[in-house]
């Protein structure tokens, strides 16, 4: 479908296409949130509704990118797919191990704060809608500074630079992140959110819209959302921020939204010419690229650099 990209040149689309990329991210996220809506309204339980909506959201993206590829050679595997699904594995279980934990930190804060001073923090008389934008606007604050902070300062860079030695950009790689990368933005999400009180259909709500957007801001699929760049912190941004080239980055920092870099001057969308294709870390040519590697790779930072400065001469 999406014409070849040659250069750094953008390519045209044609009409069929045009509308393809403008509107196949809104129409599946927005699909994705009534349907999760309409099955905790008929009694499904939030978490269970979560996972039965994400399930279609993610088929979709798997099957288009085999039948429209943004770039065709990004669907051919690097030897990665196997490293990615373990990584997927692992902060799943991680997710689940620690999440009751940090959600009960957050309810002994706001017990406390409620105790205290008689506030409910949480605005649960708005309209679901707008408390779970409220939520996704409140917790992309401390995950855009985690994220900003992790290409910044060189001891938190050991952990996220897993999650860019990704050789390409595909839907699965959405869950190429070393285990305290994501404890790290969980504080933010999980006790934050229960510590403003926020009740479990919007935790859910969050959750899906999370899950959705991450794998299509990876996906290998042609888009051109428009206006909305504005808002999600989509493709057309992410690829930027997977570059080589440190100045482009850093930037786009937001995990979902992109309000944040907007406000703070990191968001970067050129409109002259398209992302690179050949991303990676810059400098870090012996960067381990199995899974046990990458998860100790933190721990032998020094060793990877030094090996990676003979191995570039």
């Known amino acids: 479908m999406a014409q070849a990209l040659v250069g750094n040149a953008i390519p045209e689309f044609s009409r069929r296409e045009a509308l393809f990329a403008r509107f196949t991210f809104p129409v599946v996220l927005s699909a994705g949130v009534a349907f999760a809506i309409g099955l905790m309204d008929r009694g499904v339980d939030p978490l269970l509704a979560f996972l039965y909506a994400q399930a279609p959201c993610f088929l979709v993206v798997i099957v288009l990118e085999h039948v429209v590829p943004y770039h065709k050679e990004w669907n051919r595997s690097r030897g990665d797919v196997l490293v990615d699904a373990k990584h997927a594995i692992t902060i799943t279980v991680f997710n689940a191990a620690i999440d009751p934990l940090l959600r009960g930190s957050g309810l002994l804060v706001a017990g406390f704060i409620s105790a205290q001073f008689s506030l409910t923090l949480w605005p649960d008389s708005w309209p679901l809608l707008l408390q779970l934008a409220f939520a996704l606007v409140f917790v992309e604050l401390w995950q855009y500074w985690v994220h900003r902070l992790q290409h910044e300062l060189p001891f938190l860079w050991r952990f996220h630079a897993l999650h860019h030695s990704a050789p390409r950009l595909y839907w699965l790689n959405a869950a190429r992140f070393h285990p305290l990368d994501i404890a790290l933005n969980g504080i933010g999400v999980s006790t934050g959110l ?7 259909r919007v935790l859910a709500l969050w959750l899906l819209v999370s899950a959705v957007h991450g794998i299509f801001q990876h996906a290998n699929i042609p888009a051109r959302i428009g206006w909305l760049n504005w808002i999600f912190s989509m493709a057309e941004l992410h690829r930027w921020h997977h570059s080589k080239t440190i100045e482009e980055a850093n930037h786009n920092y937001g995990q979902t939204i992109i309000v944040w870099d907007t406000l703070f001057g990191t968001r970067f969308l050129p409109a002259d010419r398209r992302p690179p ?11 381990p690229m199995t899974w046990w590697a990458q998860i100790e790779s933190p721990f032998r930072w020094s060793e990877i650099r030094r090996r990676s400065a003979v191995a570039e001469g």
């Open 194 to 200: 229960a510590i403003l009180g926020a009740g479990p």
């Open 277 to 287: 294709l050949e991303i990676g870390i810059p400098g870090l040519a012996a960067f």
